[in-house]
């Protein structure tokens, strides 16, 4: 779940309209399959269309949009193989970092991702999207940020800027559900038992997708990382 955490600090103007508009997408403030035009995007940025053109670049290439001759630009739609493979891999690279971060986080540490979830708890009753995506994100980054592997932590950062997460944490129960996954993970860390903080995430994530993917098809689905379904 979460819009990254973004910092203005040496950010250029193309990265600050990457920022943005990556926020107004994955907080639903921008609609699937709407156009993106790009003096209007210049006109929310005050910004020239060089750096816009640039932006619209750089987040086709995360899946974000999509450019078609005679279309224009518009955000994308979501892709159910895309999505599949999308999981998987977080599935796999979240879970080794968790395990791998879990002996690294101290017990005084825990006590920022315990703040996190109260803060993620504050912008859920508020029903703000974008700040609840960001928490989110801060959450799980907090754990990523000290696997030790500053490549693959980068490499989950991407993969979570192309997820869907506009379309997430509709319902009431599954914001519940989600509460009591997390709150599972820290207690793992706190056990410091890296096989558990990993279990604990793959199964977060495998929740989280499953829910999705029946939102996104109209019915249940079968989990594709089972190596037996296609």
Known sequence: MGAAPTTTRGAT??????????????AGELERGARLRQDEVAAWFESSITPVREALRALEAEG???SEAHRGVRVAGVRMENLKALYI?????????MERATPRISRHELRTAERLLDELDEASAAGDAAARNAKNMEF?????DRCGLPGLRDDIE???????????LDSAERLSDV????????????AVDPA??????????????LSLAAQVSGGPVEDPFDIDVD
Do not use: Q
């Open 89 to 97: 891999t977080r599935r796999l690279t979240e879970a080794y970092a």
């Open 13 to 26: 103007k193309r990265d600050l309209i990457v920022a943005g508009l990556r926020r107004r997408i994955l």
């Open 179 to 190: 509460k009591g996954e997390h709150l599972a993970i820290v207690e793992a860390v706190r």
């Open 158 to 168: 991407a993969r979570w800027h192309a997820f869907p997460w506009d379309l997430t």
């Open 64 to 66: 974000l949009v999509t």
């Open 140 to 144: 799980h980054f907090f754990f990523y």
């Open 196 to 209: 558990a903080a990993a279990r604990t995430v793959s199964e977060h994530i495998a929740h989280g997708f």
